[in-house]
């Protein structure tokens, strides 16, 4: 039980340096906000507050986080930023389906070169 050739031209297309940065260009992390508002530590409310909140300090020529301002307001702990921080990496930046259409643009591209 090996690879096949076409799974073999997709591991190759999805490893090299540019197939992979170019995938990486195109998904971001999950926001901040969700993630505590999916882990219950922060209301959508206090996420839309905030976020109008750093528009209007952008104006100003200050550029806060949002991590940054969710501690500024206690509206969380640094030890919770961190931890949702911590999970926000560990998070996957795209879902399987996300994944698979990319790899699929990149394994017709290969195909046509």
């Known amino acids: 039980m090996g ?3 076409g799974d073999a031209s997709l591991v190759e ?4 340096a540019t197939n992979h940065s170019e995938i990486s260009s195109l998904v971001e ?3 901040i906000g969700e993630i505590l508002m999916r882990r219950g ?3 959508k409310f206090q996420l839309d507050f905030l976020l109008q909140l750093q528009k209007a300090y952008k104006k ?3 550029n806060f986080k949002i991590g ?3 501690i500024k307001h206690r509206a969380l702990t640094p030890l919770a930023l961190t931890e949702a921080l911590a999970v ?3 998070m996957p930046r795209e879902s399987i389906t996300q994944i698979l259409k990319l790899l699929e643009g990149v394994n017709t591209q290969t195909k046509l070169a």
């Open 68 to 70: 940054e301002l969710l």
């Open 29 to 31: 992390p999950t926001p």
């Open 60 to 62: 100003i020529a200050k």
């Open 41 to 43: 530590q922060l209301r």
């Open 3 to 5: 690879i096949d050739k």
């Open 88 to 90: 926000q990496e560990e």
């Open 13 to 16: 297309a999805s490893t090299s």
